[in-house]
């Protein structure tokens, strides 16, 4: 048989226990466990205590002894990334973990209860998704503080609302189908109906909105730290550093570009495993 045109060659895959993973969404995967492995053991890897000051020389330039150069009081930029990478990985993780969990929980008994809980729910829901992120974050912040906790709790307010909308749509579809209505004719209870029929039928999609709201909650946790509302001295995550450091960013310094490839890296490689998260994942039905 005569071939029209030649065949585009198919992306490498790695399959371990039967999840397919691509290169580009390994690479991903290697970058995330990379930072986590860092906010985990990072301070402990650190050549200098974060805050102290090593140089006399303000925005110093790499080096042997500083990696990554010198900030703008001359504390060693390497130990603060590796400090940093605690708070901004480990408050959005937290943040997107309790968001997550609080939304799709609530998404998936408003759909299977249906009614006026469903209804009362939903608006309000949607009054409060109303809010701009950002402003209510500024808001909340500025009023009571910006403790470690207020910052997990307020970043988790403002996602939860779109976990929650985004896993009613899918769990009305998957509510409606004969699996479901068979479960429920035989005198199956909510929270069965819940957890082992449309749960896992959603799992694949949550997973992904999940990552996505792991990089808003990261660039909004940035940017609060930007505006001096995020994590306070003589801690810092990211974006603290970055805004520490902006007037170094006319010199070229590196005490503002290694945060920024920082906050970069993490997100873009969030983005990459969830456009290629393994086929048995994506599709519950294989």
Do not use: H
């Amino acid at each position: 048989m005569k071939r029209d045109g030649p065949i585009a060659p198919a992306q490498p895959e790695l399959n371990a226990g039967g999840y397919s993973f691509s290169w580009v969404g390994r690479i991903g995967l290697l970058i995330i466990l990379f930072w986590a492995l860092v906010a985990l053991i990072g301070p402990w890897l650190a050549p200098y205590p974060p805050g102290e000051i090593v140089d006399w020389d303000y925005f110093g330039p790499v080096g042997g002894e500083y990696w990554m150069g010198t900030d703008y009081l001359g504390r060693d930029i390497f130990s603060r990334i590796l400090m940093g990478a605690r708070y901004t990985v480990g408050i959005a993780f937290s943040a997107v973990v309790l968001a997550c969990t609080a939304g799709v929980l609530l998404g998936m008994i408003a759909a299977v209860m249906g009614g006026w809980f469903d209804m009362i729910l939903s608006r309000l829901l949607d009054a409060f998704n109303g809010i701009p992120s950002l402003l209510f974050g500024l808001v909340v912040v500025a009023a009571v503080g910006s403790s470690i906790p207020i910052l997990v709790l307020t970043l988790a307010a403002i996602y939860m609302p779109g976990s929650y909308r985004f896993a009613r749509a899918l769990a009305v579809n998957v509510n409606t189908m004969d699996f479901v209505t068979v479960a429920r004719a035989r005198g199956e209870q909510t929270g069965y109906l819940i957890l082992r029929e449309i749960f896992p039928n959603i799992l694949g999609p949550v997973l992904a909105d999940l990552g996505l709201r792991f990089v808003f909650i990261v660039l909004v946790l940035s940017g609060l730290s930007f505006l001096g509302l995020g994590v306070q001295p003589p801690y810092a995550d990211w974006g603290a550093l970055v805004r520490e450091n902006i007037e170094g960013l006319s010199l070229g310094a590196p005490a503002v570009i290694f945060p920024s490839i920082a906050i970069a890296s993490l997100t873009i490689s969030v983005n990459m495993l969830i456009d290629n998260l393994p086929s048995k994942i994506r599709d519950r039905s294989e």
